[in-house]
């Protein structure tokens, strides 16, 4: 039986010579003559903690962490003996035994991968791969067997909801746009994913871009428009290559053009290149980016969907949700809505990260608990630490905490709890990290990339940063918890545009669930988490040898001490740089 070897290939695992394990093993089989093995570079595999990866088919023998040295013993054991690996293989962090199917570790177990069926399983190269995976049928079957109405009816019915961040149906929108009357229409893809630890969408446009070009022509089709656009960023290099190979295959072949599928339909796709605004995730702000002026958004309505690309009807939906589509088409309403919850159903790709043993791209049903993803999926905090909270939804996300745990993933539940799904950045912190300074680095991001325009976010966001800086340097009191409160509100109401609105839901999350660090910062004038570098303390302790290492490194003179005796930090001098700390072989400089 002949054998495929698939190799991620995935922006992280290529960064760790995945690339070079590619043409080792080709190599490695060239060498020895071994004929009628297919060595494969797919997309994300999801498991981005042991990358990279190595999938041998059809054993499904799951190896990671693979170096390229590695090779000659793939070769020799699996592919040769039909032996294992024995160790690079995955074992089980608890029971400590080998688990060689990947359906059987926690990391998939709870996984549901439907947007990202093909993802570490075809050549994102090959139409061919795509082809054989059920591509192009649900664009088929939309394009010469159903009517645009009856299209749109179904994704109405299906509940899609968008995956870049307001959930907004995706089925009204299209229906608003269908419904206007115009010579030109457009269906644009946002892939200006800029949330910092956020990987979703370039992972489907490095892993499966045929799926991209599928759903945007069946929303041409559904709406009347003739146009794609895909905008994404060009810090995605990867992406942009891969993209635009599947274009040129689809033009090649049939796939865009004229006259698709035996039809008068016609479709085409352009690529748009940002330049990285996180602003340019909004819609409208989009729309100016590509039409060539300043990406800063307009007051709605009226809404792109009646007037957007060169005042044109425009329908602006991101990746994960236009892959949704051919999976709606070709299985229905019904599969779609089996998983997820009444009003949000299906699934969400998240891209877990931060202080979790198991970083990486998890698609999970609409419903699953905050716990099962970080406890289950992504097995705990690193180093045994405790939990403190996540954050979802990008810097204008919220932070929860341990009582919010149990939480449904979903676009009301976690609403009600002061946090949005956005485009599904899903952060964990553990105990060493400080709430109010985490609020105060989304917040600085999030004024860094506004565009300026309107005075709510442009001057109200940084009053709210200087009062953050006031609070981490051990200046704030207590009026300016009311203050933060106070000034983050009329910022949610007042702002002009999604980024606005919701750039102050750190802060209001923070201090609505981690209150009594705030007091610790203004009060105590401590942070508990020693963090915040104004409010530390060093400390030499009794394990001092009086080696003088310390004394040595510290720039501004504060340490003194003799030889072999204990030493001591001058705290007036002390600039809290933590270099002493750092250089002591004895830990026995600690933070207060």
């Known amino acids: 039986m002949s054998k495929k070897i698939l190799i991620c290939g995935g922006t992280g695992c290529l960064s760790s010579k995945s690339r070079l394990i590619k043409e080792n093993l080709e190599k490695e089989l060239k060498e020895r003559k071994i004929e009628g093995v297919e060595v494969v570079l797919t997309g994300c595999f999801g498991f981005c903690e042991k990358g990279p990866i190595v999938k041998i ?46 359906k059987k570790m926690n990391f998939y177990q709870k996984q549901e991968r439907r947007v990202l069926k093909n993802c570490g399983f075809i050549n994102p190269e090959s139409l061919d791969d795509f082809l054989k995976n059920d591509g ?54 946002n892939a200006d994913e800029g949330d910092p630890g956020a990987f979703m969408d370039r992972s489907i446009l490095e892993g ?38 599947a274009i ?43 039409e060539g002026k300043r990406g800063e958004p307009t007051s709605k309505p009226p809404y792109p969907a009646e007037k957007g690309f060169w005042n044109m009807p425009t329908v602006v939906n991101n990746v994960e949700t236009l892959v949704n589509v051919p999976r ?103 105990e060493d990290d400080c709430m109010v300074s985490v609020a105060k680095f989304f917040l600085e991001f999030t004024l860094d990339e506004s565009c300026g325009k309107c005075t709510p976010c442009r001057i109200g966001n940084t009053r709210l940063y200087e009062i953050l800086d006031r609070i981490t340097q051990g200046k704030g009191k207590l009026k300016d ?35 009594n660090e705030y007091i610790d910062h203004v009060i105590e004038k401590r942070c508990t988490a020693k963090v915040c570098q104004k409010l530390i303390t060093y400390v030499i302790t009794d394990a001092c040898r009086g ?21 001591t930090i001058d705290t007036e001098k002390c600039v809290r740089c933590g270099a002493c700390m750092s250089t002591c072989r004895f830990n026995a400089i600690i933070k207060l």
């Open 57 to 102: 088919l059809p054993a499904n023998n799951f190896y990671i962490e693979v170096k390229p040295e590695d090779v000659k013993d793939i070769i020799e054991l699996d592919i040769i003996k039909d032996e294992k690996v024995e160790r690079i293989l995955y074992k089980d962090p608890i029971t400590k035994e080998v688990v060689t199917d990947y």
């Open 328 to 430: 709606i088409i070709l299985n229905g309403v019904d599969w779609f809505r089996e998983v997820g919850t009444e009003k949000s159903p299906g699934t969400k790709v998240f891209a877990l990260s931060g202080k979790i043993n198991n970083v990486g791209l998890v698609e999970v049903p609409m419903g699953i608990s905050l716990r099962e993803i970080i406890f289950e999926i992504g097995e705990g905090i690193k180093g045994g630490k405790k939990f403190k909270a996540v954050q979802t939804g990008g810097p204008s996300g919220g932070c929860l905490n341990e009582d919010d745990l149990d939480t449904p993933i979903d676009f009301d539940s976690l609403a009600s709890k002061g946090a949005i799904m956005g485009s599904g950045g899903m952060v964990v912190m553990d």
């Open 208 to 245: 499966d871009p045929h799926s991209v070009i599928e759903g945007m022509l069946i929303a041409g089709y559904a709406i009347g428009a003739t146009k794609g656009l895909v905008y994404i960023r060009a810090e995605y290099p990867l992406a942009v290559e891969r993209l635009s190979k």
């Open 136 to 189: 192009y049928k649900a664009a088929k079957k939309a394009i010469s067997e159903m009517s645009s109405e009856f299209v749109i009816k179904n994704i109405v019915d299906s509940g899609l909801r968008g995956r870049g961040g307001g959930g907004f149906p995706t089925g009204v929108k299209w229906e608003i746009a269908s419904k206007n009357d115009a010579k030109q229409k457009y269906i644009v893809c």
């Open 248 to 290: 040129e295959a689809a033009r090649k072949n049939g796939y865009l053009g004229e006259n698709l599928f035996g039809t008068h339909f016609a479709f085409d796709i352009e690529i748009k290149f940002g330049a990285g605004a996180f602003v340019c995730g909004e819609e409208t702000a989009l729309i100016h980016s590509m």
């Open 547 to 567: 080696c003088t290492a310390c004394t040595r490194v510290c720039a501004v003179k504060a340490i003194d001490g003799k030889v072999r005796e204990k030493h």
């Open 481 to 515: 918890l009311a203050l933060l409160k106070e000034l983050s509100e009329a910022i949610k109401v007042t702002s002009l545009c999604g980024l606005g609105q919701t750039s102050s839901n750190p802060v209001l999350s923070t201090l609505d669930k981690f209150y």
